[in-house]
């Protein structure tokens, strides 16, 4: 895919590790990557460039995960940009908050990337 056609995917976790991890895996399958490490500037960026896919940690310093997935669904862009939650949070109750705040899929860390990537296409593909 060129960088032209490239899906648009958004990152934000506040490890600095799995975030490197994370940029270079969706890179390398021919997503066109911007970072964030906390909530406020995962927001900010969405805002400013509209991403298709946002892959949110849920604890996240400045805004969590939750937090941002709200806004975003306020935002109501259209297409609505498929919403992925990477988070260590494994109760249920987690998970439900999680989706009513918007997500429209929940991974407890740690996830095999390809299932992450897997869940983005599914989102992505038309219907």
């Known amino acids: 895919m060129s960088s032209a056609n490239a899906a648009r995917l958004l990152i934000a976790d506040d490890d600095p590790d799995m975030l490197a991890v994370y940029a270079v895996f969706f890179r390398n399958q021919g997503f066109d990557v911007r970072t964030a490490a906390n909530g406020a500037d995962a927001l900010t960026e969405y805002c400013a460039w509209y991403p298709a ?53 929940y991974f407890v860390k740690p996830v095999l990337m390809p299932i992450i990537l897997a869940a983005i296409n599914l989102g992505l593909a038309p219907s």
Not at 69 to 94: F, H, K
């Open 53 to 105: 896919a946002v892959l949110l940690d849920i604890e996240m310093p400045r805004l969590d995960g939750r937090e941002v997935a709200r806004a975003i669904r306020l935002v109501q862009t259209v297409p609505l940009p498929v919403l992925i939650a990477v988070t260590g949070l494994m109760s249920q109750s987690e998970r439900d908050e999680s989706m009513r705040a918007g997500f429209d899929h």
